[in-house]
C-alpha cells in the first residue's frame, strides 16, 4: 500500500487542523492505520491509531482529547483532526499502515510497515 499525507501547514496556538492520508490498494480495510510524529532532534513517537474497521481508537496521552483519528474505508482515508494545538505539538507527521499484526493495534512504529512521506505541522505561540 502507498500512502499519501497531507494537510499540514501553520497555525496559531488554540488552532485546529485536519490532517489527511490517501492510501492506494484494494486492501485498506486489511491495515490498522496510526499516524507518529517526529519534531526535530527527537525520536518518532506515536500519536493516535485505529483498527482495521475504525471500531477502537487508541491515543497517547499527549493528544488525548484534542485530537481525533478516523477512517474511511470506503475513500481508502485516514484522518486525523487536531483543535488545541500546542507549541509543542510542531513536528512533521506521518501516516502508517501496519498489515501483518491482525486485529491488533501498536504504538510503537516497528510493527507498520508502509510509511507516507510526513506533513509537517507547525504551531507558533
Known amino acids: 500500500v502507498q500512502l499519501q499525507a497531507s494537510g499540514g501547514g501553520l497555525v496559531q496556538a488554540g488552532g485546529s487542523l485536519r490532517l489527511s492520508c490517501a492510501a492506494s490498494?484494494?486492501?485498506?480495510?486489511?491495515?490498522?492505520m496510526a499516524w507518529f510524529r517526529q519534531a526535530p532532534g527527537k525520536e518518532r513517537d506515536f500519536v493516535a491509531a485505529?483498527?482495521?474497521?475504525?471500531?477502537?481508537?487508541y491515543y497517547a496521552n499527549s493528544v488525548k482529547g484534542r485530537f481525533t483519528i478516523s477512517r474511511d474505508n470506503a475513500r481508502n482515508t485516514v484522518d486525523l483532526q487536531m483543535n488545541s494545538l500546542k507549541p509543542e505539538d510542531t513536528a512533521v507527521y506521518y501516516c502508517?499502515?501496519?498489515?501483518?499484526?491482525?486485529?491488533?493495534?501498536?504504538?510503537?512504529?516497528?510493527?507498520?510497515?508502509?510509511w507516507g512521506q510526513g506533513t509537517l505541522v507547525t504551531v507558533s505561540s
Open positions: 502508517a499502515a501496519d498489515g501483518r499484526s491482525g486485529y491488533s493495534v501498536y504504538d510503537t512504529p516497528e510493527k507498520y510497515d508502509y
Open positions: 490498494g484494494r486492501t485498506f480495510s486489511s491495515y490498522a
Open positions: 485505529t483498527s482495521r474497521r475504525g471500531l477502537s481508537t
